[in-house]
T-cell receptor, first 111, second 118 residues
Framework: RKEVEQDPGPFNVPEGATVAFNCTYS??????FFWYRQDCRKEPKLLMS???SGNEDGRFTAQLNRASQYISLLIRDSKLSDSATYLC????????????FGSGTRLLVRP | EPEVTQTPSHQVTQMGQEVILRCVPI?????FYWYRQILGQKVEFLVS????????KSEIFDDQFSVERPDGSNFTLKIRSTKLEDSAMYFC????????????????FGDGTRLSIL
């Protein structure tokens, strides 16, 4: 089983749509969770950390389900500028600072 | 907003040559990292560095790789005797402000060096 697994997409949605991405991780000892976005041939940019109680940042909502080892990202009112690849990222914690990246989910927002 | 800077943006090197990739992490960060991304693949961890020593490395980070913090601002990745399969985008990242870093602090990435081995 892959350490961090995501649906590669692409998700092709119209502007204004709501879209949700899911991610599963294999190691139940994982402690920190993040969503990054990556534009084509650019660096990963932090979108948001994911907290156990769920958290929201503007149009973006992240949820964590530790029992199911599942993370989600919801984007409301999609903009053209949201077109990118969304990376689910996990850190094992304890003495490890290594980030483990999923392969990403590609989002295309059309006019 | 402070950012991680990397140079050069693109490096073209003959197979077998040595390359040094340079990074200036965010100034008050204490933890430094190198990752790489082969075209079309996911981002992979190479090494983490704290308190002037390697704290963790992946199986990719073999004897041909080394890291160094030669002064108070730069963080370098050296690849000796490059191979064709070293062609990738290399990202530097940093995390952890003053007072100590924690694994739940997000890592901030530089815009990468594209390494092309001919």
């Amino acid at each position: 089983r892959k350490e961090v697994e995501q649906d590669p997409g692409p998700f092709n949605v119209p502007e204004g749509a709501t879209v949700a991405f899911n991610c599963t991780y294999s190691n139940s000892a994982s402690q920190s969770f993040f969503w990054y976005r990556q534009d084509c041939r650019k660096e990963p940019k932090l979108l948001m950390s994911v907290y156990s109680s769920g958290n929201e940042d503007g149009r973006f909502t992240a949820q964590l389900n530790r029992a199911s080892q599942y993370i989600s990202l919801l984007i409301r009112d999609s903009k053209l500028s949201d077109s990118a690849t969304y990376l689910c990222v996990v850190n094992m914690g304890d003495s490890s600072y290594k980030l483990i990246f999923g392969s990403g989910t590609r989002l295309l927002v059309r006019p | 907003e402070p950012e991680v800077t990397q140079t050069p943006s693109h490096q073209v090197t003959q197979m077998g040559q040595e390359v040094i990739l340079r990074c200036v992490p965010i100034s008050n960060h204490l933890y430094f990292y190198w990752y790489r991304q082969i075209l079309g693949q996911k981002v992979e961890f190479l090494v983490s560095f704290y308190n002037n020593e390697i704290s963790e490395k992946s199986e990719i980070f073999d004897d041909q790789f080394s890291v160094e913090r030669p002064d108070g601002s730069n963080f370098t990745l050296k690849i000796r005797s490059t191979k064709l399969e070293d062609s990738a985008m290399y990202f530097c990242a940093s995390s952890g402000g003053t007072g100590g870093g924690y694994s739940n602090q997000p890592q901030h990435f530089g815009d990468g060096t594209r390494l092309s081995i001919l």
